[in-house]
């Protein structure tokens, strides 16, 4: 049986290089170079740890989901499909911090909260035109590329 890491550098092919783990809930996160095109990604691989059927279940529907879903603030998916019988999906590496992180600095502006909820809002609006209610929104799941709020983690949506 390969390991995780075999598994990823399979998925992903020659030309990309794994640099480190994200944590990660029922998924094994990593983040890897493309060194063909210079650009950084996100492999998010259900752990082997977590092989119930529910879990497996879930992260194909998330999959599903948000394939389907094509938005400036949600971060889209690239490729997915599945690698010794387990989903896996590779998105953008999106380079900033989680809405989390950044209320942890302090507080937000008017301004800035309110371009940050718009975003979101708009995202949820969208999603929700295409049948898919997100069901974990919170400020982990909203990263900021460059102040731009993108919306991830559709892991527990639900369709309409």
């Known amino acids: 049986m390969p390991?995780?890491?075999?598994?990823?550098?399979?998925?992903?092919g020659p030309g990309f290089s794994l640099e480190h783990e994200l944590s990660g809930g029922m998924a094994r996160v990593f983040v890897a170079r493309d060194d063909r095109f210079g650009r950084r990604v996100v492999v998010k691989l259900?752990?082997?740890d977590v092989i119930a059927p529910e879990a497996v279940a879930r992260f194909r529907r998330e999959i599903?989901?948000?394939?389907?879903?094509q938005h400036p603030h949600i971060v889209p998916i690239l490729q997915a499909g599945e690698a010794d019988g387990l989903p896996y999906l590779v998105?953008?590496?999106?380079?900033?911090?989680?809405?989390?992180?950044?209320?942890?600095g302090g507080q937000l502006q008017l301004v800035e909260a309110v371009?940050?909820?718009r975003g979101v809002a708009l995202a949820l609006a969208y999603a929700h035109s295409r049948g898919v209610i997100h069901r974990d929104i919170k400020p982990d799941n909203v990263l900021l590329a460059a102040g731009t709020p993108m919306v991830a983690d559709?892991?527990?949506a639900k369709a309409m």
Not at 3 to 12: D, F, G, K, R
Not at 64 to 69: E, P, W
């Open 3 to 12: 390991s995780t890491t075999e598994l990823i550098e399979s998925v992903l």
């Open 46 to 48: 259900v752990g082997r």
């Open 64 to 69: 599903q989901f948000a394939m389907d879903l």
């Open 91 to 104: 998105m953008p590496y999106v380079e900033g911090e989680s809405l989390r992180a950044r209320i942890g």
């Open 115 to 117: 371009r940050i909820l």
């Open 154 to 156: 559709f892991g527990i």
